[in-house]
């Protein structure tokens, strides 16, 4: 009977789908005897661009991964409670992975969704943490520091709050959802950090030397005091293919020959591009995008925007950009090939909200950065790659006030100038730093490296 490893990315309202096939693709590169099945929700948000995603993989003959569907669920609403979507999944996941037993031996169930244990003592649970090993931290620890104190995060505002493995934070730096505890979303968080433990293993994408301050406060077990702490299993960067010389596109395609962004880029210097993408949700005011445009006018700078918004660009931009600009400039509304553009020689920084992926693929390539957090987990993130990995320079010069206020053009035009000077001692000191940790990340997967031994132990744990 064969042998199959199952993953399911959160869901509904799923944004982890991508980095869950990548991480399956890594499996089963490393071990094609696996075979890789990923559970895939129909009644997501983003099903429809899932499907044609998937459709897309199959028919590109790029993975040998399989996908397993799900039934629709009967939501009472669009707007349900994502325990309520959660709980109503259940039954699914435990009839799939029934029947995928019928035809092999399911190893492991790897799921970024916290709720989902099937309870049977055959299948151990792992769990995929989809940020980095410092939010995980915040996590683990999140129902300790909620018995010690009785006030939201939103009501410390500035004040420091310290948790195990991470740089002082402020409570106004803690991601959204558990600003305000009376809020539904912080219970979710809460059950989420509460079920952590449980799990046979935690998976996370990055790598030991990229954040050993977490790692280690993790692994000590400082995080969970009164539980037990599973096995962390630190086995990124999650980019399968990251040594071909024909990039593929975020999700594992191939790179199109004839893509316009790309053909663009070959015509510019090197490391002479800025490029500017702020994640599937990142958006701004009319205001904001219009300082935001001033400021790259103004700097002079070769530069690559991704922007994300229903209004035409004409309204959106200041009058007149897009003419201006239009020799030194590309801005684009559609999809963009984030791996191929941070891996082009054309590319010298990145302007980013934080996102995790868009963290770890920069880092791959030795892209600096400048960190413009916008929601979710992203403040945190923020902190971390300014003040731990040294890997960006700030939008705001205090990072407690990204989450008030307007970034002015100049602000704008002061932060990418000084991303992309190569000659100041900042800009030396900033690129030498994510060359040095991208040499990390290649190392890690060397035979004896972080991500290899990490991966290896992760395995023995299937096969033991």
Known sequence: MKQSIVLYPASPGSHYLGSTVELGKIISQRHPNFSITVLVDTSSPRALANSSYINHLLSSDQT???????????????????KLEYFLTVPNVVQALKTISLTSKVLAFITSAVQQYP?????????????????L????????FHDQTPESFKDLNDDVVEFPGLPALRGSQMPDPILDRNE???????????????????????????EPRAIKAIKEGICVPNHRTPPLYHIGPFISDRDSENRSI??????????????????QPSRSVVYLCFGSRGTFSEEQFKELALGLERSKLRFLWVVRSQLDLEVLLPEGFLERTKDR???????????????????????????????????????????????????VNSVVLVEEMKLAIPIFEVLSKSKQGLVSADEVEKKVLRLMDMESEEGKSLRERCQAVKAMGLAAWRNGGSSFTSFSELVSSWMH
């Open 64 to 82: 040998s991964i399989s996908f397993f569907t799900l039934p629709s669920l009967n939501l009472p609403h669009p707007d349900a409670q994502p």
């Open 137 to 144: 931290a915040l996590c683990l620890y999140l129902p300790t």
């Open 250 to 267: 975020q999700g594992g395609s191939p790179m199109p020959t004839n893509c316009s962004t790309l053909l663009w880029l070959d015509e």
């Open 119 to 135: 309870n049977d003592p055959e299948i151990p649970t792992y769990y995929y943490f989809p940020s980095c090993a410092s939010v």
């Open 329 to 379: 400039g590309l801005v684009v509304t559609s999809w963009a090939p984030q791996v191929a553009i941070l891996s082009h020689e054309s590319v010298g920084g990145f302007v980013t909200h934080c996102g995790w992926n868009s963290i770890t693929e920069a880092v791959t390539y030795g892209v600096p950065m400048v960190s413009w957090p916008l929601y979710s987990e992203q403040e």
């Open 184 to 210: 539904a979303g912080y219970d979710h968080y809460l059950h989420m950090a509460s079920c952590l433990p449980k799990a046979k293993g935690i998976i996370i994408n990055t790598i030991q030397e990229l």
